[in-house]
Structures are given as structure tokens and as C-alpha cells.
């Protein structure tokens, strides 16, 4: 017998609906309707929260492959999390661009690093341009750190390769702008990154 048909006949057996015991496992009544359709299966610890209060183990509820594939799946949605939370960490990290001195400053005949916020004497447009980028770095990864159990198709689709594009558009433009100090720490930020996503299970 499946995990859904057991299920379904253990729901049964206690006379409760889906929607009661969906609030006796803290989980939505959709939950409990695709696990119960064959759909998917639960998460480690809402198995064992189903094992517990139909008081049997989690093997007698799962065969060996289900037991497996669930376990492969936990796996894989860990190493994403921990992923996706390395990528917002990163791009957070590229607001230390405004207090560390990565930038050129023309002072006499020589050439002084500063940082971003003490750049003086630099066209007010290229001032900005830094500024953007970095605020829409950092402001992306706020966003992953925020949104990190989000599961919206566009957004979870979307995140890695916009948080890619901004660092890139970075190191650009601050080779364009002759900032190599910049310039090559986000690239660095960007070498980090290409690593993790090659890295992908």
C-alpha cells in the first residue's frame, strides 16, 4: 500500500476530515489533499508528526523507495536553502563598497583610496551609477534574505539570475569607470557565486 492510501485509511479510522487534520499537524487542508491524491509527500518533520499521532513509525507509513525519495528531496531543499542564503549573504556583502577604500581620489600628483561615501571631485553621474548599483545589489539581496521560504514560480526563477546580472553590471561598470579595486571585488563576488551555482545538485 502507498503512503496516500495509508493515509487516507488511517484519516479515515480516526473519523476526521482533511481539514481537521490538517490543524492537528499545523499544515494547510491543500497539504493534506495532495499528500492524500498521491501529489507529493510531507516534509520529514510533518511525517513525523503523522507517525506520532497515529501512533506508528515512520516505516510502517512509507516503503523503502518512498522513504528514500523523501529523504533525497529533504537533501536537496537543505543545500538550496543553504545556497540561497550564501547568495543573499553575498550580495548584502557589496555594501561594504560604500566604507571600504576601493575608489581613486586625485590628490595632487598622486592617487589616494577612498571610499565610496569620501569620493569627491568624480561627475555626480558616476557618483550615482555606483550608488544604484550597489543599492540595487544589496537591495536584491535583502530581498532573498526576506523571502527565503517564498515559492512564487517567478520569484524563485528570477532571484538567481537577477542577483548574477546586478553583480555583473557592477564589475562593468567599474572597469568602465577605470575603478579596478572595485572593480575586482565584485568580481571576486561574482567568481563566489558562479562557484556555488556550479555546485548545484
Known amino acids: 500500500m502507498e503512503f496516500y492510501q495509508k493515509l487516507q485509511e488511517l484519516r479515515k479510522q480516526k473519523n476526521l476530515t482533511q481539514e481537521e487534520l490538517s490543524e492537528i499537524l499545523f499544515v494547510s487542508r491543500t497539504a493534506i489533499s495532495k499528500w492524500e491524491s498521491g501529489r507529493g509527500y510531507p ?3 510533518s511525517l513525523k508528526a503523522i507517525a506520532e499521532f497515529f501512533g506508528i513509525t515512520i516505516d510502517e507509513l512509507l516503503s523503502n523507495r518512498e522513504l528514500i525519495s523523501i529523504a533525497e528531496k529533504d537533501s536537496h531543499q537543505k543545500t538550496q536553502h543553504m545556497r540561497d542564503l ?3 549573504l553575498i550580495d548584502c556583502s557589496a555594501g561594504m563598497l560604500l566604507i571600504i577604500p576601493l575608489f581613486g581620489k586625485q590628490d595632487g600628483d598622486i592617487i589616494r583610496q577612498v571610499s565610496l561615501l569620501s569620493l569627491q571631485d568624480t561627475p555626480l553621474f558616476i557618483k ?3 550608488l544604484a548599483i550597489i543599492f540595487f545589489i ?3 539581496g535583502i530581498a532573498e ?3 527565503q521560504n517564498c515559492t ?3 520569484w524563485t526563477k528570477a532571484k ?3 542577483s548574477m546580472i546586478l553583480t555583473s553590471l557592477s564589475v562593468v561598470i567599474f572597469i568602465a569607470t577605470l575603478e579596478p579595486y572595485a572593480a575586482f571585488f565584485t568580481f571576486v563576488l561574482l567568481v563566489i557565486k558562479g562557484i556555488l551555482l556550479l555546485k548545484r545538485p
Do not use: D, N, R, Y
Request: charged share 5%.
Open 43 to 45: 516534509s520529514i518533520e
Open 86 to 88: 550564501m547568495l543573499a
Open 128 to 130: 550615482t551609477a555606483f
Open 138 to 140: 544589496v537591495a536584491c
Open 145 to 147: 534574505l526576506a523571502l
Open 152 to 154: 512564487f514560480p517567478l
Open 160 to 162: 538567481t539570475g537577477l
